[in-house]
């Protein structure tokens, strides 16, 4: 057979690929997820640091570490990640609880989220879903 009697129908679909949770995820442009699951997909990765932030948060502010250094010397880390990652102890409740149901914008990533973000609640949900 040749290949013009071959042929088919081609689409292109413009689509990027994210690892989400150990798992990859085809992400349209809009952001939003190609095939969308009907249970939800919780990014463990993303759960933990948050965690771990508010753990650091808590550490600080009650004084079992004096500065971002002591408790980055304690767990032989850099101070700039304890910093960036203890921020995240002051993301909005509503990001957070969309993060542990699995329900964040598929676009979403560790690295979004160790960036720079508003500090207002608000600002944050805009800021966030702009990153598509």
């Given at each position: 057979?040749?290949?013009?009697?071959?042929?088919?129908?081609?689409?292109?679909?413009?689509?990027?690929?994210?690892?989400?949770?150990?798992?990859?995820?085809?992400?349209?442009?809009?952001?939003?997820?190609?095939?969308?699951?009907?249970?939800?997909?919780?990014?463990?990765?993303?759960?933990?640091?948050?965690?771990?932030?508010?753990?650091?948060?808590?550490?600080?502010?009650?004084?079992?570490?004096?500065?971002?250094?002591?408790?980055?010397?304690?767990?032989?880390?850099?101070?700039?990640?304890?910093?960036?990652?203890?921020?995240?102890?002051?993301?909005?409740?509503?990001?957070?609880?969309?993060?542990?149901?699995?329900?964040?914008?598929?676009?979403?990533?560790?690295?979004?989220?160790?960036?720079?973000?508003?500090?207002?609640?608000?600002?944050?949900d805009s800021h966030?879903?702009?990153?598509?």
């Open positions: 057979m040749s290949e013009q009697q071959n042929s088919g129908i081609t689409t292109d679909i413009s689509m990027k690929f994210r690892i989400r949770g150990g798992k990859t995820v085809m992400v349209l442009p809009d952001g939003s997820r190609a095939i969308e699951r009907k249970e939800a997909i919780v990014d463990t990765t993303m759960v933990k640091i948050i965690a771990r932030g508010h753990r650091w948060h808590r550490l600080l502010s009650c004084g079992s570490f004096n500065t971002i250094e002591d408790l980055a010397a304690a767990e032989k880390i850099s101070p700039s990640y304890v910093s960036r990652v203890t921020r995240l102890a002051f993301l909005a409740p509503a990001i957070i609880e969309a993060i542990l149901e699995g329900k964040q914008p598929a676009h979403l990533t560790m690295k979004d989220l160790l960036a720079p973000f508003p500090a207002d609640w608000i600002m944050q966030f879903q702009m990153l598509a």
